[in-house]
């Protein structure tokens, strides 16, 4: 079988998995399961074979053209090199692990069956997204996981949050999908093609009489999709969502597809200076906020999705010096320990019956409980504040060695402030991640008093899972001397210099938490053991039911308040901004909209009904005339008559005189 066959089936077996669950997910519910699983299994086998047959060399490509369209042609096309090779591989792992582990989190759950095909489909999605060589045939990628994820968020519909977050995470990734969609237009109208070789190359030649305009259009797009300030606020709301869910958007698809976008056409933005200082500047901000509301959040789900709008913000921040290959570097070792906290943080909130910090902080004995979690969660939070020798610290410190080459001007892709902003801002976000980290692990794990119910020994489903997501998070990072191949070829080492920085920032992040950790805890008085939910339930239910607990009072223990001071209460709501959304968007559109039904109803209908109503009484005015009466018809007729001629002669005299 030839490696182009390899790759088409790659993203048609997921597809093919969803159709053949959605179609026999209530006439044969034991075929769900399987049909969830094998699928998206063989997907990530064969993507493996897809990427030792490239192996980090010449680009593979294939096309046919999928319709005439009389001006720039559409091709279904594909396209497979390094990049595209090895994302393939981690959203088909990732996926994999998310549906064997959602057969045990979910088993007692009446929609599993839609529920696993949406996921399948979600998949298949990204995967078109990576093999995909035509924009086009990207862009229906790109829509489908959109709708995916108004579907898999609002998975217990039920609930008020699943419902108000599904559409929110729809409608703010749609209002970036509008300038996406022109951009992509813009950009085909310049390149005379949708193919990607066609348009980079049009790009080395000079060929693009737009570049600014064109990549602010794009970037409008990916900060929607990859969640980039100012329209993230979707992502943490997200989670109100099966934890399955959260990992697979957070880790391999969805928030991914825009930074691998970005990547994938990189010469298109670097072609605008400005669009590279914008796209620093983004991710600057976004790196910062994001650390700091993740210091101030109380649900662990969301402490993590603000960690991810963090780590997006250092991939977005690589991919403004012009270092694609760090991005990417950094993409597919986040990918394994963000999935990896999420996974875990769902054996948590199953075992604690919350998925409060605070509650979890008054209970005990939680790390015992749960020995596979604790131990897993560890080696994934120790990756995510890039301590050595994990994964995360290897990937953050090509992002930063890149923005230091390109702030001391050794490399010219982008302009010299970019560099700075993207370095200054990666180290403080650092030291704030690793402050975090800690906090969410001394939260959850070193909690004191009563302990934590004990819901029996967790699925084989969900433990194994956990374990095979802490091998690459621990031990990715040794690849880092064999990826430069696979990518641009620039070398992906750490220096000295930011390993010494990042690294003594995060260890002074953490160690200046631990300590007022330490301080705030020996002087916190006795708490009342909080409402935990149903501790024999299934433990999708447990999370279900948990979303309607109301979160206990703010703990006296609690370091993040002590480290953010007065901005602690602006962090923890996401520095005001839905407020400002809903002053500058929402209200301005409902009073439109209720502009628009008064106008309809009390002046347009008015109008309507005014003309239903004369014809009416028009009517009833002809009716009354009708009488039947021979003498009444003809007297009528003769003073008719007589009235006209009466007015006759009245205009004749009035010609004549004139």
Same mark, same amino acid.
């Not at 700091?292 to 963090?310: E, H, W």
């Not at 504040?385 to 490399?411: C, N, Q, W, Y």
């Given at each position: ?43 990530? &086998? ?47 792992? &990732? ?9 045990? #989190? ?24 990576? #093999? ?18 108004? *579907? ?60 600014? +305009? ?119 070792? @986040? ?43 560890? &080696? ?12 995360? *610290? *290897? ?118 938490? #631990? ?18 939910? @149903? ?6 239910? +447990? ?7 109301? @979160? ?107």
């Amino acid at each position: 079988m030839t490696t182009t066959t390899l790759a088409v089936l790659v993203p048609l077996l997921p597809f093919l998995g969803a159709a053949a669950g959605l179609l026999l997910g209530r006439t044969a519910p034991g075929f769900v399961r399987p049909l969830a699983v094998l699928p998206t299994l063989a997907a990530a &086998v064969l993507a493996v074979l897809v990427a030792v047959r490239q192996g980090g060399g010449k680009a593979i490509d294939a096309a046919t053209q999928l319709t005439p369209t009389g001006s720039v042609p559409i091709d279904l096309a594909l396209h497979v090199d390094g990049f595209a090779a090895l994302v393939a591989v981690l959203v088909g792992v &990732v996926a994999t692990c998310v549906q064997i582990y959602s057969t045990g #989190y979910l088993r007692e759950d009446p929609r599993y069956p839609s529920y696993a095909a949406l996921v399948s489909l979600f998949t298949a999605a990204m995967l078109l997204v990576v #093999y995909s060589g035509d924009l086009m045939v990207l862009l229906v990628g790109w829509e489908v996981m959109g709708i995916c994820s108004y *579907f898999l968020v609002g998975h217990y519909w039920e609930t008020p949050e699943a419902r108000s977050a599904s559409l929110k995470a729809f409608l703010v990734t749609k209002l970036g999908d509008v300038p996406f969609l022109l951009g992509l237009f813009a950009l085909a109208a310049d390149a005379g093609t949708f193919r990607i070789t066609g348009v980079l190359g049009a790009v080395a030649t000079g060929g693009l009489d737009h570049p600014t +305009v064109i990549a602010l259009l794009l970037l409008a797009g990916v900060a929607g999709k990859s969640a980039q300030f100012p329209l993230h606020t979707w992502l943490p709301d997200a989670m109100a969502g099966p934890t399955p869910v959260s990992a697979l958007i957070h880790a391999a698809t969805m928030v991914a597809a825009g930074i691998y976008f970005t990547a994938r056409l990189l010469p298109v933005f670097a072609a605008s200076a400005a669009a590279m200082t914008v796209l620093a500047v983004l991710a600057a901000i976004t790196m910062v906020g994001s650390a700091l509301a993740a210091l101030a959040q109380d649900d662990i789900k969301r402490v993590l999705a603000y960690s991810t709008i963090g780590q997006l913000g250092y991939m977005a921040g690589a991919l403004a010096v012009g270092d694609r290959g760090a991005a990417v570097f950094h993409l597919l070792s @986040h990918a394994a320990f963000k999935a990896l906290l999420f996974l875990a943080a769902g054996a948590v909130i199953h075992a604690a019956g919350t998925n409060s910090l605070t509650a979890m902080s008054r209970t005990g004995g939680l790390a015992k409980r749960i020995p596979d979690a604790y131990w897993t969660m560890t &080696v994934a939070l120790l990756a995510l504040a890039a301590i050595p020798p994990f994964a995360g *610290f *290897f990937s953050k410190e090509a992002v930063l060695v890149a923005a230091e080459h390109t702030a001391l001007g050794d490399r010219t892709v982008a302009p010299a402030g970019a560099g700075w902003t993207v370095l200054v801002a990666g180290l403080l976000t650092a030291l704030l991640t690793a402050a975090y980290a800690l906090r969410l692990w001394l939260r959850t794990f070193r909690g004191r008093g009563p302990e934590a119910p004990d819901h029996g020994r967790q699925p084989i489903a969900m433990t194994s899972v956990l374990w095979v997501l802490a091998v690459p998070s621990l031990g990715f990072g040794l690849t880092v001397r064999y990826l430069p191949d696979w990518f641009d070829g620039h070398d992906l080492a750490p220096t000295l210099t930011t390993a010494v920085l990042g690294t003594g920032l995060a260890v002074a992040g953490a160690a200046v938490t #631990y300590a007022v950790w330490r301080t705030l805890a020996a002087r916190a008085p006795a708490v009342p053991t909080p409402h935990v939910a @149903h501790p024999d339930a299934d433990a999708g239910l +447990v999370e279900a039911e948990a979303l309607h607990l109301p @979160h206990p009072a703010e703990d006296p223990a609690d370091p993040g308040r002590v480290l953010l001071g007065p901005l602690h209460r602006s962090a923890a709501d996401g520095f005001h901004l839905d407020a400002v959304y809903r002053a500058a968007f929402v209200r301005p559109v409902l009073a439109a909209a209720s502009l628009a039904r008064f106008l309809d109803r009390e002046v347009v209908d008015t109008y309507v009904r005014g003309a239903a109503g004369s014809a009416k009484g028009l009517g009833w005015l002809v009716r009354r005339a009708q009488t039947g009466n021979l003498q009444t018809y003809l007297s009528a007729l003769l003073a008719g008559s007589v009235v006209l001629a009466i007015a006759a002669v009245a205009l004749a005299n009035a010609v004549a005189g004139a």
